[in-house]
């Protein structure tokens, strides 16, 4: 499972690949004062560094953090990728991957010191709740609100509304309330849904399923799951530069 999913990161892509800016050697191997693990690159979403497969990065600069102000890497003299000089990106991302027998459709790490879509899933669920009386009641602890349930169960649409779990039962890294949004795909496909919340310090996760792949029944193992494996490639404690940074 852990390397179906590390493989499937991308940072932001551009004009020029990886490799062609920052000059490696024939063999493909950055010119690290400390080598980097076989085809690894590190890159940072303001001060949370991953460790990613290096054929994945590509980019067209150097590109700084626009959330925040990122202190100095520990040596940026080092090529940008190197341990010592992470590569400063605003998002990574991945499409139609598979965790285990769990297809997600798309997923985003998203460079930001402050939250901007959980918290805004939590007001709409609140509202939605209160103006609403559907409601629908999993096994997993999800309790959905809807607008008007019979009308849309008879349309085969009976999975729309926003879920929430009580934090009690399954909760976020920061506190925030998990919550599924799930809207009719505009491409007729199904019922598609979308998660976000503060999964780092600095880095917001979003990721979008449709519920015929994976059931909202599974949604919370899913994501735990989901977690469990950026936590295999996310760099604990990386130690910082004190200069004042980019």
């Excluded at 509202?127 to 009641?137: A, E, L, M, N, P």
């Excluded at 008879?154 to 039962?169: F, K, Q």
Aim: glycine share 8%; hydrophobic share 35%; proline share 5%.
């Amino acid at each position: 499972m852990k390397y179906i999913f590390l493989f499937s990161l991308c940072m932001i892509v551009g004009s020029n690949s990886f490799a062609e800016e920052v000059g490696e050697e024939p063999d493909g191997a950055l010119n690290c004062s400390v080598p980097n693990p076989d085809g690894i690159a590190f890159v940072s979403l303001g001060t949370t560094v991953f460790r990613i497969p290096r054929e994945n990065v590509n980019s067209h600069s150097n590109w700084p953090s626009r959330a925040l102000v990122l202190p100095d890497a520990p040596d940026p003299s080092q090529p940008a990728g190197c341990y010592k000089n992470p590569r400063a990106s605003q998002m990574l991302f991945g499409f139609n991957k598979k965790i285990d027998d769990f297809e997600i459709e798309q997923y985003s790490l998203i460079n930001s010191a402050v939250d901007y879509f959980g918290s805004t899933y939590e007001d709409l669920y609140k509202k939605f709740c209160q103006d609403f009386s559907g409601r629908r009641y999993l096994k997993n602890g999800l309790i959905g609100c809807f607008s008007d349930r019979n009308a849309e169960a008879s349309s085969g649409l009976d999975e729309i509304g926003l879920y929430r779990v009580d934090p009690s039962i399954y909760s976020t890294p920061f506190g925030q309330d998990f919550i599924v949004n799930c809207i009719p795909s505009a491409s007729r496909r199904g019922i598609y849904c979308s998660v976000s919340y503060k999964l780092y310090s600095t880095v917001n996760i979003l990721y979008r399923f449709f519920t015929h792949k994976i059931s909202l029944e599974n949604i919370i193992e899913y994501d735990g799951m989901l977690r469990n494996n950026f936590s295999e490639i996310v760099v604990s404690n990386y130690e910082w530069g004190s200069g004042d940074g980019i």
